[in-house]
């Protein structure tokens, strides 16, 4: 059973910070493409950043102030969000994919939110 967990969510000032965390299991953690979305009321749910083995991608209404990176030994992606902005409110999503041709697995954790707002 594949379970992605989300952690770290909450209020926060503008300008301020906060790190979201995500556990996965039931899962070989280190061959999926692990990513970060986000959904604001009313809008549709986007891309906030990802990463592979090697390489990251991230939104560009976040680069430069998010940062993803994980660790395969815990099992767990990290997204540290940086100069937070009342834009960035929204539920975060953690993600899990992996290709095994042709088709392609995909997993979702619960959501945790975050509010920028003073």
């Known amino acids: 059973q594949v379970q992605l967990v989300e952690s770290g969510g909450g209020l926060v000032q503008p300008g301020g910070s906060l790190r979201l965390s995500c556990a996965g299991s039931?899962?070989?953690?280190?061959?999926?493409?692990m990513g970060w979305y986000r959904q604001a009321p009313g809008k549709q749910r986007e891309l906030v950043a990802d990463?592979?083995?090697?390489?990251?991608v991230y939104a560009s209404s976040v680069k430069g102030r998010f940062t993803i990176s994980r660790d395969n030994a815990k099992n767990t992606v990290y997204l540290q969000m940086n100069s937070l902005k009342p834009e960035d409110t929204a539920v975060y999503y953690c993600?899990?994919?992996?290709?095994?041709?042709?088709?392609?697995?995909?997993?979702w954790g619960q959501g945790t939110q975050v509010t920028v707002s003073s």
């Open positions: 993600n899990a994919r992996v290709a095994l041709l042709p088709k392609e697995y995909g997993y």
């Open positions: 039931g899962i070989i953690f280190s061959s999926y493409t």
């Open positions: 990463i592979t083995s090697g390489s990251t």
